[in-house]
Nanobody, 124 residues
Framework: QVQLVESGGGLVQAGGSLRLSCAAS????????MGWFRQAPGKEREFVAS????????RYADSVKGRFTISRDNTKNTEYLQMNALKPEDTAVYYC?????????????????WGQGTQVTVSS
């Protein structure tokens, strides 16, 4: 089992920034893809970003590209999501996830382990 713990969510005004963290423990390998998904009220969970095991391949949803940056520190088994220029449309519960794939993935079904989620609220 892999356990994932997210932190860093909160309330921020439009145009502001937040940095989310996700710490992995258990049977976690640095070759595993890590990713972020989000779910807004009344909507389906959607892909936000992923990063390959080595950190060289980063994928982003079109809606966040240029504003969000995913990164990881394999010495700490931790991934991060730096969110800049936040918009009210970014309001959602953000989930960290881990996939057995090594090169990144945008597909929710390819992620086996999930964190509990952290709330991000962006006010106008």
């Amino acid at each position: 089992q892999v356990q994932l713990v997210e932190s860093g969510g909160g309330l921020v005004q439009a145009g502001g920034s937040l940095r989310l963290s996700c710490a992995a423990s258990g049977r976690f390998f640095t070759t595993n893809t890590m990713g972020w998904f989000r779910q807004a009220p009344g909507k389906e969970r959607e892909f936000v970003a992923s990063i390959s095991g080595g950190g060289s391949i980063r994928r982003y949803a079109d809606s966040v590209k240029g504003r969000f940056t995913i990164s990881r520190d394999n010495t700490k088994n931790t991934e991060y999501l730096q969110m800049n220029a936040l918009k009210p449309e970014d309001t959602a519960v953000y989930y960290c996830a881990v996939s057995a794939l090594s090169m990144g993935s945008r597909t929710q079904d390819e992620y086996r382990y999930w964190g509990q989620g952290t709330q991000v609220t962006v006010s106008s």
